[in-house]
């Protein structure tokens, strides 16, 4: 987070930047830039197909197979940073 390491955002971190940071990931996904540009390019794709497909059905994961629909809480979250 913010450049630091895992180690370093701990100690230096206030929990409310912590909180900020779960509610924006919450919101906007994962901080990998790969998987921003496969979920984009996957959403584009799914919008396409379903489009010209007289079944549909396409889903985000049929073209995006390493997008996990981020389920972050404040509990897990928390689980996770301790």
Do not use: C
């Amino acid at each position: 987070m913010g450049g630091r390491t895992i180690a370093e955002a701990k100690q230096t971190i206030s929990f409310t930047e912590f909180k900020s940071w779960v509610a924006y990931r919450a919101k906007r996904g994962s901080f990998n830039i790969g998987l921003m540009v496969e979920l984009s390019i996957a959403q584009l794709a799914v919008m396409y197909a379903n489009a010209h497909s007289k079944n549909g059905g396409f889903k985000l994961h049929d073209f995006a197979p390493h997008y996990d629909e981020p389920v972050v809480t404040l509990d897990q979250a928390m689980k996770e940073w301790l």
